[in-house]
Structures are given as C-alpha cells and as structure tokens.
C-alpha cells in the first residue's frame, strides 16, 4: 500500500529585510497508512511552515508532495481544495469553531459541503462527539464549552469526513497540562480508531513521545 504522506527535497524560502531565509532546507518524509507521527521542534523552527506545505494551504514550496499515491504539489487551486476536503483533516491550536453553531452542528457542516445528507452527518457528527465523551453537549454552543471540550469539538470536526490524513499544529497548546494529556490521548484513540494517519506539531517531548513516531526539525532539516 502506498504511503499516505511522500515528501522529497521540500524546501520553503522566505524573504525578510532584503535577506532569504530557507525554513525548509531538502525536507525528505514518508507517514504510513494509520501511524500518528510527532513533528517535533521549538517554536519558530518552521513546523507550521511544514504542516501547511502537506495540507497544500500555502504555496511558494519546492519539492515534491504525494497524498496517497496522488502529486499534489502542482494542483491547481481547485485540486488543492478537493485534495484538502476529501482526504485530509485539520486541528490548530485554537479551535476556530463557529460561534454561532452548536457543538453538533460544527461537526456537521464540513459534511454538508460535501453534500451528505443531513441525517447521515447528524449520525456521524454524534457518534464522533459521543466518541469523545460529549454526548451531553452536542447542542452547546463554543461559548458554553471549556476550552477541552471546544478542543473535543475540533477534533470532531477534523474526523467528520473520514480523512486518510490528520494534520495537527500544537492542538493542546492551549490547554492546562492535566486537560492537554486527557484531550491528547482522546485525540490519538479517535485517530487510531477511525485508521488515519496524523502529522501532529509539538514542542512538547513528553507528549510527543505517546505518538508512534518522532522525527525532529532543526534547522530546516528532519531527522529522526
């Protein structure tokens, strides 16, 4: 089986003051079917810089970039858009949920873009609520949620499609150190359980040491 994630030679250059600043220098990954990797890394070593080359939400990259067997570099933005809705799942540190919109409702929505019938997203949007220990808030709107359980609600969100690939930037960073292992290990039993792959950014070693894998960015450069 092919892997989800190939990356070869990526490399990011950013121009600041007149100077080049190469974030990305030859970055070379492979993330098999169903394995949760660590990108580990301080703050400022370019591992958002990364997360956003693989979910193709920025361009300016050199390298090639193969999402389940597909080159996806050079897609248009419609490709891109495809490629980002129908295989992949994101979770940033902030939850970003719609304010407006119930816990359940959130969940839904990305299934209604894709056009689920609306009977079958409630379905999902609560078994993966209910997965998450949330089965008694899925009409709370963010506001009425602790920041856990806004977190549950994203990672919710990030699942409700049934992406091949999960992609996650610091998603307890926001959280207490207690709430962050709670919501972390939830977080990796849904992963797991639905057989995603997952690229999760931290600078956290000891939460990056429960995923299946580390691989460190220094300098531009991975490493095991």
Known sequence: ???????????????QGGQSIEVLRGVDLRIAPGEIVALLGPSGSGKSTMLQAVGLLEGGFEGVIRIAGEDVA????????????D???FVYQFHHL?????????????QLV??????????RATHLLSALGLHHRLTH?????????????????ALANQPQLVLAD??????????????????LGLVRGEG????????????????????????????A
């Not at 963010?142 to 990672?155: C, H, I, N």
């Open 114 to 123: 894709r056009d689920v019938r609306a009977e079958e997203a409630q379905h």
């Open 141 to 157: 709107r963010p506001s009425q949620l602790s920041g856990g359980e806004q977190q549950r609600v994203a990672v919710a969100r």
């Open 87 to 89: 295989r992949m799942g």
């Open 170 to 187: 610091e998603p307890t960073g926001n959280l207490d150190e207690a709430t962050a292992d709670i919501v972390l290990a939830e977080f």
């Open 1 to 15: 089986m092919n892997d989800i994630v190939d990356i070869q030679g990526l490399r990011r250059t950013f121009t």
């Open 98 to 110: 719609l304010p407006d919109f119930s816990a359940i409702e959130n969940v839904m929505l990305p």
């Open 74 to 85: 050079q897609l248009d933005n419609e490709g891109r858009t495809r490629v980002r809705r």
């Open 196 to 223: 995603a792959a997952a690229l999760v950014a931290t600078h956290n070693e000891r939460l990056a040491g429960k995923m299946d894998r580390i691989v460190r960015l220094h300098e531009g450069r991975l490493s």
